[in-house]
């Protein structure tokens, strides 16, 4: 494609160059995008003369700033619009050597701007340069996510804090971003934590916050050079902004205590840290590889007295005295709730008492299951309870010798619980499987993997009879259906992926059905 202009009509407008230069220079923007933005005027202004149907193109000379406006018409085999094209025969009854994709262009007089016309083109020089300024301010904060930045609070709009960050740069603190009962007013300085920016056409693109947990995490960063030079590591950070914090540190270096570390001289390096989140508590916890050490030290100040896991469940029961209940627990579960985000653990807080009622509870019920289930005495089932066996499955599946060492039992009474415990799981599972089928459960859920008898009679209770009803549920429908604590989160989504199979090999046939056609 080339330009054909024979003839043009320059109208010289030096003044141009000069404003395009100084917008550029006070917006913080590229000189050509500020003449782009004023073509662009003069070609909608063009056309709001000539027709908004012409194709008419304005161009400023980069170095005179003369302005040359012109309509192209467009020279194509055949003519879908009279207006912006022409015929390549018609084109060659004009000259000779036209060709197809070049232009005919026909240069146009001056435009008067009227008032009407110069407001449109103001319009367009502004938008043109906002957008100009917000994708060089994308550009310049994108890659620093996770800094703290230092701003001017420009105003307070419904709880949300516009700051300027200088350099032409606003960001926002949204009111749920924001430390509860904290006010800013006009000229306030304001530390805060970039968390996320996105290139939007309107509102803001910067967002920052001070409620962000990574915030306090940056702050210590800041005042703690051990942390800084890499010597001590953040591991997690839990917070409930402007009440209370916990933060989990590591050392590298033996010799050097972290938490001590933390805390500086006389309490000033966590000082500097709680004056500036308006005076919000923070416990300082020694992070441990081992969950259960881990976990008494998040609990701080309570003392533990004892902790069970399940490690499947990613559970942990910890024992208080009675007097630490309160403390344990914190003001509304504050303390509770912080040291559970903090270790990624669910942690359930019991008193000694609780505790010692809850095992006598579990003792007599479990006692029950193996009088009822093995037909033994009280006796035997109590020693089977205190050798640790919960269930008739592991009776029923233990080495002979493990039974064998209890005190009291030899090698023919080992013998003769395990027999009955397979005995009794042999007759409940055929229970469990006559209950199922006469609830409607298909025969394709039944040999899914995870999922037991006693799981599979509780689906059909639920109208959960078909691979389709199966594949429809989410995991914590699923869950809730068999029972919290008889599968993980990711048993169910297993189960519930293998239950959806079916879809995608239909799919599979259905494309290779196509394929062959």
Same mark, same amino acid.
């Given at each position: ?11 010289a ?16 923007? +590229? ?16 056309r ?45 009854v004009?000259?000779?050597?036209a ?13 008067d ?42 105003r307070?709009?419904f ?26 007013n006009n ?8 968390f ?19 915030f306090?995490a ?11 030079d890499?010597v ?19 050392s ?16 000033s390096?966590?000082q ?8 919000e508590?923070i ?43 309160s ?11 912080l040291?559970?985000q ?9 008193? +000694? ?41 592991e ?6 010798? +493990? ?7 030899d ?21 469990l ?10 025969d ?30 989410a ?18 989504d ?12 239909? +799919?599979e046939?259905e494309?290779?059905k196509?394929?062959?056609?």
């Amino acid at each position: 494609m080339s330009d054909n202009i024979e003839t043009s009509v320059i109208y010289a407008h030096p003044e141009l160059l000069l404003v395009a230069d100084t917008v550029a220079r006070e917006k913080g923007i +590229e000189r050509e995008v500020v003449l782009d933005a004023m073509e662009q005027a003069i070609q909608k202004a063009g056309r709001s003369k000539y027709g908004q149907e012409h194709d008419i193109r304005a161009e400023i000379d980069r170095k005179s700033g003369e302005i040359k406006l012109a309509r192209y018409i467009e020279i194509v085999e055949e003519v879908e619009n009279e207006i912006t094209e022409i015929s390549f025969v018609n084109a060659r009854v004009k000259r000779d050597d036209a060709k197809i994709g070049e232009f005919f262009i026909d240069t146009l007089p001056p435009i008067d701007f009227g008032r009407i016309a110069a407001q449109t083109a103001k319009q367009v020089i502004v938008q043109k340069v906002r957008e100009a300024e917000r994708k060089r301010q994308f550009a310049e904060f994108k890659d620093r996510i996770g800094e703290i930045v230092n701003g001017v609070v420009k105003r307070v709009e419904f709880g949300n804090v516009m700051v300027d960050l200088g350099g032409r740069a606003e960001g926002v603190i949204r009111r749920d971003e924001c430390i509860p009962r904290e006010h800013f007013n006009n000229g306030d300085r304001v530390r805060s934590y970039i968390f996320d920016v996105r290139e939007e056409l309107r509102g803001p693109q910067i967002f920052l916050s001070r409620s962000h947990p990574q915030f306090m995490a940056k702050l210590f960063t800041q005042e703690v050079p051990e942390i800084y030079d890499g010597v001590i590591e953040i591991r997690s950070v839990s917070r409930d902004p402007g009440s209370r914090a916990k933060i989990s540190v590591i050392s590298n270096d033996t010799t050097i205590d972290p938490v001590g570390a933390c805390v500086g001289m006389r309490g000033s390096r966590v000082q500097s840290v709680v004056a500036e989140l308006q005076g919000e508590k923070i416990d300082i916890i020694s992070w441990s590889d081992e969950p259960a050490t881990f976990i008494v030290n998040a609990l701080a100040p309570a003392e533990v007295t004892k902790v069970v896991l399940d490690e499947e469940q990613n559970r942990i029961e910890v024992v208080v005295p009675d007097e630490q209940l309160s403390l344990a627990i914190g003001r509304r579960g504050q303390n509770v709730r912080l040291a559970s985000q903090l270790t990624n653990w669910d942690i359930d807080i019991l008193t +000694e008492a609780e505790e010692s009622d809850r095992r006598g509870e579990e003792f007599k019920s479990r006692s029950q299951l193996f009088i009822d289930g093995l037909d033994v005495d009280e006796v035997i089932a109590q020693l089977l309870v205190t050798e640790g066996f919960s269930t008739i499955e592991e009776v029923a599946f233990v080495p002979i010798e +493990e039974l064998s060492t209890i005190e009291g039992f030899d090698a023919d009474v080992a013998e003769e619980l395990r027999d009955r415990a397979r005995q009794y799981l042999e007759q409940r599972e055929t229970e469990l499987s006559d209950m199922r089928k006469k609830a409607g459960v298909s025969d394709e859920i039944a040999e899914i993997d995870g999922l037991n008898g006693e799981m599979l009679v509780a689906l059909g209770e639920n109208e959960i009879k078909t691979l389709d009803n199966l594949a429809d549920l989410a995991n914590d429908e699923l869950i809730d259906i068999v029972g919290k604590g008889n599968l993980s989160e990711d048993t169910a989504d297993k189960i519930i992926m293998l239950a959806r199979a079916h879809w995608f090999e239909d +799919e599979e046939i259905e494309d290779d059905k196509k394929k062959n056609e």
